[in-house]
């Protein structure tokens, strides 16, 4: 029986068809969440017409799918505004996001795609610091956060980023020394730096394999490395060193002009042309000379040969103490150090520990011959340590990921509270009705290999209690996950309260700023001068401050950055939003000085009602200390500095005395600074010294329906 082709040719389409649907129907849920919080936080564009809610389907501007799942978003001089939102970790298959040409602006999101292969958010308005989540990301392969407002230093660790091949921050106000980290670049060939404010040398960058390198207008010093003199590079603008640079210390492999991705016009060095007619004279190296070297790799083989065996006869004689005076020094147990009849066990201690606890054996190391090769592990070059085990506190309770699961709706957005530097918070619901704030720190701030510094954390969390302490409850620590449970705070955080309007807030009346500036001041006073050793906070800020039903303020992420390992590189919300000192900027380093600065800076807030820095303000008046420095003793320039809000209702000796406060604690060099204690003192004077009553200020002012306004006292 014959068959039409028309008919087979239109089976063979409907079949198509239908296949097609299917595949680009019914876009993955988590991408869709995704996409719509990205859009709601972008202010909804219309001009991007996402209408629906399957981009796959209906082909959504910008989108790209492969089945149901995004892979790109690129959206590049679309006119957009707003934010990123936080959901972008979602998008697990995307690897190209291109927001390029646009007005975005606000700190970056710390998560992004995990499988992200190419971002590119140049020519925008983001500001604060380079997440330090990128860190994590080796699939990356371009980089491109050019012409923004980035600022501070760059704190990211490159050494797994290997097959990032395009960076470029250029255009920024990064600062700081380059990350000695960069090394690890072994796929860069395009680097752009240019105007920013780095500093020290570009040593770092010497053995990339780069062909373009533009480093101008920054505040470099040193000399141009010579790797680096047979590549495009652009060095203008700089601090370079005149004159012939030093020779490289001892034992520096000779360096090499011509690398194999340096485009240098020749495929051969000079040594292997010189090689070439009379080998053996040019090159340095005769048959003797090879001889001889053979010679001494034998010799060497057999000597460390004679070390390995004489290790392993003696690794068990320690009991003979005379025969430790020939024998290479060895981190000893504790056993072996008070002989066979202790009954002592603990773990292996360094040799310190050892010369004090028996004083009577010698411990006079072997001579040591330079030129005699040894095997590494006759002498460890630290004491292995082993970790004591850090038992729960007592006092706090310890949950499963079960519980908090439930209590959670899975960490579902709606219970999402916040994102901070350490991770997310949610509200949980407990089923006897108990209401408490789950803080899930992220991986990449505490990784798997760190889990045993987990329950050493939480210890030292738990001896933390002050009124003003956001108090740990209880934590919770299974299948690699970290998370931290504390008391939940229903008034949400003072950056809420200042920054974002709500018909159902009334504003802060000066008797509550006051207040807030006054607990959270004796919150610090307990972390630097009564704790013992003292507590940096180092991520001071208003959304860290939580104003409880009566608007005491609790300060929330107290000891977190001071006990977690490594936190100086995460704290990149901070960066560039204006709270950090500038020695910060400069060192990296805080310290108690650079808390009293940044609880400077939200004091500055409560009065003026201003953010610390904000870029849709004028260039001038961008960052709130820099404007706001000078007018603080200008009792006519002060009055127009007060948060409009206020509506006038102040004591104008109080708001004049807050004033010279604040001018003390954010002075630009740390030594002037007041110790805490200094500034709760010059509070409380301030209190006792104003009319604080309702006559002062109104009762109308300051209502909240969301918890009430102490307006008579600040409750001393």
Known sequence: MSVDPWLMLMLMFIISSSCTFVINGDTDPNDVSALMALFQSMNSPSQLNWNGNDPCGQSWTGITCSGNRITEIKLPGRQLTGTLGFQLQSLSSVTNLDLSNNNLAGTLPYQ????????????????????????????????????????????????????????????NSLTGDLPQTMNSLSSISTMNLQNNQFTGTIDILADLPLDNLNIENNHFTGWIPEQLKNINLQKNGNSWSSGPAPPPPPGTPPVTK?????????????????????????????????????????VVGAIVAFFLVKKRSKKKSFGDVEKLDNQPLAPLTSNEVHGRNSTQTSSVIDLKTFDT??????????????????????????PIVVKKTVAPPANLKSYSIADLQIATGSFSVDHLLGEG?????????????QVLAVKKIDSSVLPNNLSDDFMEIVS???????????????????????????????????????HLPDDYIKPLIWNSRVKVALGIARALEYLHEICSPSVVHKNIKAANILLDADLNPHLSDSG???????????????????????????????TLKSDVYSFGVVMLELLSGRKPFDSSRSRFEQSLVRWATPQLHDIDALAKMVDPALEGMYPVKSLSRFA?????????????????????????????????????????????????????????
């Open 357 to 382: 606890s028996a004083a009577a054996i010698s411990l006079k190391p072997p001579p040591f011959d330079r030129n005699k090769s040894f095997d590494e592990d006759e002498l460890p070059k630290k």
């Open 421 to 433: 530097s350490f991770g997310r918070v949610y509200r949980a619901q407990f089923d006897d009705g």
């Open 258 to 298: 011509n690398k194999g991705n340096h485009k240098s016009g020749g495929g051969h060095s000079p040594s292997s042309d010189s090689g070439s007619s009379d080998g053996s004279k040019k090159s340095g190296i005769g048959g003797g000379a090879i001889a001889g070297i053979v010679i001494s790799i034998l």
């Open 460 to 498: 030292n969390l738990s001896r933390l209690h002050h009124p003003n302490v956001t108090e740990l409850i209880g934590y919770c620590s299974e299948h690699g996950q970290h998370l931290l449970v504390y008391e939940y705070h229903k008034n949400g955080s003072l950056h809420d309260f200042l």
């Open 660 to 716: 010279d406060v604040i001018a003390l604690c954010v002075q630009s060099e740390p030594e002037f600074r007041p110790p805490m204690s200094e500034v709760v003192q010059a509070l409380v004077r301030l209190v006792q010294r104003t009319n604080m009553s309702k006559r002062t200020f109104g009762a109308d002012q300051g209502g909240s329906n969301r918890g009430g306004d102490d307006q008579d006292s600040l409750d001393m």
């Open 112 to 171: 992004f795609p995990p499988n992200l292969q190419h971002l590119n958010l140049a020519n925008n308005n983001f500001n604060g610091g380079i997440p330090y989540s990128f860190s994590d990301t080796p699939s990356l392969i371009s980089l491109n956060f050019g012409h923004n407002q980035f600022q501070q230093a760059l704190n990211l660790n490159f050494q797994k980023l290997t097959s990032l091949t395009t960076f470029d921050v250029s255009f």
């Open 560 to 590: 977190l950055a001071s006990y977690i390992p490594n936190t100086n590189q995460v704290l990149n919300n901070n960066s560039g939003s204006g709270y950090d000192a500038p020695e910060v900027g400069l060192t990296g380093q805080y």
